[in-house]
């Protein structure tokens, strides 16, 4: 079959699916959800760079979308980031790979997250999110207690990703779970992230217990001390935070988690202890890599540090793999553009800290930010976190139309019910002795 034959195909089908995909948008998101959490970042095709599965569906979905979005100051820095990495790469200041990782594995998935309420409410998305997320979860347990990961058996797509994601990673004598993730801090950091939104959902409290406690012992079983620890940012938050869970659900939620954690915390401890030098390495070499902080460029990518010896630091260890987020990016483009990216986290994340305006998906991404530091954007990981950005943004603008609570309103959060009972003044009993 000729390259024309084949090329004209593809693109038969890309309209026949954004077709479809416009006239169910329900369907649409499902897809794209299941895309994310159960094909392998290496599934994809090569259209001059390589597109994986996850991207070339967000991107469908982006273009079945139609109607018109309220613009945040968000939006302004993202696309000044945008117009940087471009200008960037025509000067030949970064490199393809930097460019294209920019554009498709944050730009367009920030992009889809501020888009996708333009096509499904809120409250169904993030029910598709947490029932998925907790099928996920599910087979990564299964995965954990048989030792079988079945993703890994996928072969279709790029062999070069395959190699560097597919294989399994051992901690203290168990297979850390990874399901499609490809990696066992990539799936516990986006379940902690999944987590939020099984809060945020209007189910009754069981159900979001029984989800979340699925969502922890999956996270548990990565091993990873990123996904717990943003886990547990996550479930506080929320606790202190989020509107619409009552006293009742927040104390039961507490609860309920402090009893998991005296099953999960001895586990974990375990497995550390017997994993000795490599979980501590592991920690170590995330300290270290602040040495890099001296080859930053302000714009541009920085020198290949490949054998590279600055100030007495050697640096060509870190050649292979640099696990914070935020250095790469700054490796890439530059410590400019990274700050951009920065500066839009702050926009999505800092109306938690106003009374009512709380949500979900702001909620998601702030608990992530610790993480950022100890964690590189990887796999599907960088997708769904930008998502959520995107998302935490477009809920941000709706909460800016809602008139604030009145004066002397029910407390929304937590937080400030603990507040105002403790400011309250006591009543004074009256009567005769």
């Excluded at 079945?150 to 072969?155: E, H, M, S, W």
């Excluded at 850390?176 to 990539?186: K, L, P, T, V, Y």
């Amino acid at each position: 079959m000729s390259t024309v034959a084949i090329a004209l195909g593809g693109l038969a089908a890309a309209v026949t699916a954004v077709l479809v995909l416009r006239a169910a948008p329900r369907i649409t998101v499902v897809a794209w959800i299941l895309v994310l959490c159960f094909v392998p970042i290496w599934v994809g095709v090569s259209v001059g760079p390589f597109w994986s599965a996850i991207t070339l569906m967000t991107v469908l979905a982006i273009v079945t979308c139609s109607g018109s979005i309220e613009l945040s100051p968000a939006d302004g820095l993202m696309a000044a980031f945008f117009m940087l990495v471009v200008v960037q790469f025509a000067l030949g200041m970064t490199s393809l790979a930097g460019a294209v990782s920019a554009v498709t594995e944050w730009l367009i998935p920030y992009l889809w997250g501020r888009l996708i309420l333009t096509r499904v409410s809120q409250e169904f998305l993030f029910r598709a999110i947490a029932l998925i997320a907790g099928a996920a979860a599910a087979l990564a347990l299964v995965e954990a207690f048989t030792g079988t990961n079945l993703f890994v058996l996928i072969t279709f797509g790029s062999d070069s990703l395959a190699s560097v994601w597919a294989p399994l990673q051992p901690r203290g004598g168990l297979i850390r779970a990874e399901g499609a993730f490809g990696h066992s801090i990539a799936l516990g950091a986006s379940l902690s992230i999944a987590a939020a939104f099984v809060l945020g959902t209007k189910w009754r409290l069981q159900i979001k217990l029984a989800l979340l406690i699925l969502i922890a012992a999956a996270i548990a079983m990565t091993l990873s001390r990123i996904g717990l620890v943003t886990f547990v940012i996550t479930v506080a938050l929320s606790v202190l935070v989020l509107p619409g869970l009552s006293r009742g659900a927040r104390a039961v939620t507490i609860a309920a988690g402090l009893i998991a954690a005296t099953v999960i915390v001895p586990f974990v401890s375990r497995v550390f202890l017997e994993a000795g030098t490599e979980a501590g390495g592991s920690a170590d070499y995330r300290l270290d890599l602040l040495s890099i902080l001296q080859v930053l460029q302000p714009i541009g990518a920085a020198p290949d540090i490949t054998g590279l010896t600055v100030h007495g630091d050697y640096l060509g260890s870190f050649a292979r793999s640099i696990d914070n987020a935020l250095l790469v990016t700054a490796m890439r483009v530059g410590w400019a553009p990274t700050l951009l990216l920065i500066a839009a986290l702050l926009c999505a994340t800092l109306p938690i800290l106003k009374r009512g305006r709380a949500n979900a998906a702001s909620i998601a991404v702030a608990a992530q930010l610790p993480g950022l530091f100890a964690v590189a954007f990887i796999t599907q990981y960088s997708t769904f976190f930008w998502f959520a950005a995107g998302l935490a943004v477009s809920l941000n603008v709706a909460a800016r139309r809602r008139p604030l609570p009145a004066l002397g309103a029910q407390p929304h959060d937590f937080a400030e019910r603990l507040v105002s009972s403790a400011a309250r003044p006591m009543p004074i009993r009256g009567g005769s002795r």
